[in-house]
């Protein structure tokens, strides 16, 4: 049965400033969500905020919250982001708060990456008109994961740069009107990492197209999804959590 609306107990959403520009807009930890079949539909409040299943059709058996370790995606059938049929979850950034298409956009997501045939990813994106997302990809030569980004479906990266650890680990991904970067945090350690950035393994800018008059995805009206990508194969990979931050430019 699909869940609907379920709010974890006892946790209050608060907006916290990290030195003189940085503020955490939120964040939002899986593993207490309560276990549910999200493939035909479904959401979840947590930390004020709700996450929609989107999608989910895509997955034979295995979608939604375990009740332990996260949101679970096990993907059996065709969907991308560029085709706006991948299953995962999605929520308005406008529930994060006033945003501006000139800030920067900062979300951490703790994940696992349990298999995947080539190509299969899971992504942090931006979706208006337009998107562009980041994450990790599977290869299955030389049979490992490795970062990956993509803005259309004739632009994507494949840089070949192993993640340093997929099981547990944290990626940060670092949105702006123009595109996003990716950084690779390592292994889970107990709590998100206090700084941002590092050494970049991966960017990709946003599709120009032809004639196109403003930049998108814009900030102020996108919506943030976290989805998975299969072209062949399973993806199996599992969300654990996510934290949201803003810096004012």
């Not at 907006?15 to 939120?26: F, K, M, R, S, T």
């Not at 895509?58 to 049929?85: H, L």
């Not at 991948?86 to 920067?104: H, K, M, Q, V, W």
Request: aromatic share 6%; net charge negative; charged share 20%.
């Amino acid at each position: 049965m699909a869940l609907q609306g379920t709010r974890l107990q006892g946790i209050g959403r608060t907006v916290d400033e990290v030195g003189e520009q940085q503020e955490i807009l939120g964040t939002f930890d899986f593993t207490g969500v309560g276990a549910a079949d999200w493939r035909g539909g479904g959401s979840a409040a947590v930390n004020g905020v709700t996450f929609t299943a989107i999608n989910g059709n895509k997955c034979s058996s295995t979608f939604g919250p375990d009740g332990s370790t996260g949101i679970r995606i096990v993907q059996t059938q065709n969907g991308t982001i560029e085709a706006g049929n991948a299953p995962g979850i999605e929520t308005a950034l406008s529930n994060f708060g006033t945003l501006e298409n000139d800030d920067e956009l900062c979300v951490d997501i703790r994940l696992t990456g349990s298999s995947a045939g080539d190509f299969g990813r899971l992504v942090v994106a931006l979706v208006d008109t337009d998107y562009v997302a980041a994450g990790v990809m599977y290869r299955s030569s030389p049979g490992q994961w490795e970062v990956g980004s993509v803005s259309a479906s004739t632009q994507y990266t494949d840089p070949s740069i192993a993640l340093t650890d997929s099981s547990d680990c944290v990626i940060q991904v670092v949105f702006t009107a123009s595109g996003a970067v990716l950084f690779d945090r390592g292994s889970w350690s107990g709590s998100f990492p206090s700084d941002v950035g590092g050494t970049v393994v991966d960017a990709v800018g946003t599709e120009a197209g032809s004639g196109r008059t403003n930049f998108k995805p814009r900030l102020a009206s996108a919506t943030l999804r976290v989805v998975s990508y299969r072209t062949a194969g399973t993806t199996d990979v599992t969300i654990h959590a996510i934290r949201v931050r803003r810096r004012k430019k």
